[in-house]
């Protein structure tokens, strides 16, 4: 099983060499790409299920920036962290833990945690998070609709801007959305 999906991170690769979008630092990154797979795999996800969690966290790195740092996690800076759904589940959990198991525990798990920002994929919580910690503008990867929480200091004001960079919809602490359209949002200044 890990010398299969080796040998399909190095077809891919040398795919992406071939098509002539390989860069240093993709032939950088391809051990990294690997290691995450094989941690997928250990963890009870079968291959397909790894290529496809791997290919939604380089969607993601391509969209927001940071660094993998697990199989379903990133780390935008130091500010904010994307945990990602598994394939064929509601929301992110710990790898290694049985389907149905605690979610990953976090501060946007259960609700949103004092002092962060949760995005959320989904509707009522449920999706890929983005937990927004430290006061920044963050890029909104979604064209769908899902929900937010906002339980920063009291009266901390989130906005919600349109791809020009313009509010188009604002947050006052404590408060959240279960079921909200991300279509219109760009970015989040979150606080």
């Known amino acids: 099983m890990i010398k299969r999906i080796l040998s ?7 795919a992406a060499v071939a098509a ?3 860069t240093a630092a993709a032939d950088a990154a391809a051990p990294d790409r690997q290691r995450f ?3 997928a795999t250990t963890a009870g996800l079968n291959a397909a299920q790894a290529e496809w969690l791997q290919l939604e966290v380089e969607r993601y790195l391509a969209t927001m920036g940071g660094r993998q740092t697990a199989p379903n996690k990133i780390d935008i800076d130091g500010e904010a962290e994307v945990r990602i759904a598994l394939p064929g589940e509601e929301s992110p959990r710990e790898l290694g833990s049985p389907p149905g198991a605690a979610k990953i525990p976090g ?3 259960g609700g949103t945690a004092y002092g962060h920002f949760c995005a959320y994929s989904g509707t009522f919580g449920k999706g890929t998070q983005i937990d927004m910690y430290k006061c920044d503008t963050y890029r909104i ?3 769908s609709v899902g929900s937010w929480g906002n339980n920063q200091t009291k009266d901390t004001v ?3 801007l349109n791809n020009s960079g313009f509010p188009i919809d604002s ?3 404590p408060s959240n959305n279960h079921v909200y359209d991300w279509n219109p949002v760009h970015d989040v200044i979150n606080c």
């Open 107 to 109: 501060p946007c798990d």
């Open 8 to 14: 399909l991170a190095a077809a891919l690769s040398i």
């Open 171 to 173: 947050s006052k602490a």
């Open 141 to 143: 990867p979604w064209a």
């Open 158 to 160: 989130a906005l919600f």
């Open 37 to 39: 797979m094989i941690q």
């Open 20 to 22: 002539g979008t390989g």
